[in-house]
């Protein structure tokens, strides 16, 4: 069974720190583009920070760069986001979400759609993690 599972999440004060982690189950992640989104009540769901299967290139939103970074272990399988100076307009569910770097034409594209390049929703997400910014 192909499946992703984020941990991490959790309350904070703003200008705390996060470090949520995906994990792959089903699948190995080599050959998959890896992103994080996140949806807060009320609003679209937004693609924050991708990284590409070869753990070359990056891409953040204006929102969370300089703050938030992505990083990758392929031998365990797993995707982390570490979360710097968080602030109450961080507060969502994040979801990590992969898909076959065959099906992605561009990185940036597929952070900011959450679709691989014919406009399909990527094919694995994770359930969610809940992270709260709140003083």
């Known amino acids: 069974q192909v499946q992703l599972v984020e941990s991490g999440g959790g309350f904070v004060q703003p200008g705390g720190s996060l470090r949520l982690s995906c994990v792959a189950s089903g699948f190995t992640l080599d050959y998959y583009e890896i992103g994080w989104f996140r949806q807060a009540p009320g609003k679209e769901r937004e693609g924050i920070s991708c990284?590409?299967?070869?753990?070359?290139?990056?891409y953040y939103s204006d929102s969370v760069k300089g703050r938030f970074t992505i990083s990758r272990d392929n031998a365990k399988n797993m995707v982390y986001l570490q979360m710097n100076d968080l602030k109450p307009e961080d507060t969502a569910v994040y979801y990590c979400a992969a898909e076959h770097t065959a099906l992605i034409i561009s990185m940036e594209s597929m952070c900011i759609t959450g679709k691989t390049g014919s406009q399909r929703d990527l094919s694995s997400w994770g359930q969610g993690t809940q992270v709260t910014v709140s003083s």
């Open positions: 990284i590409d299967y070869k753990n070359d290139n990056r």
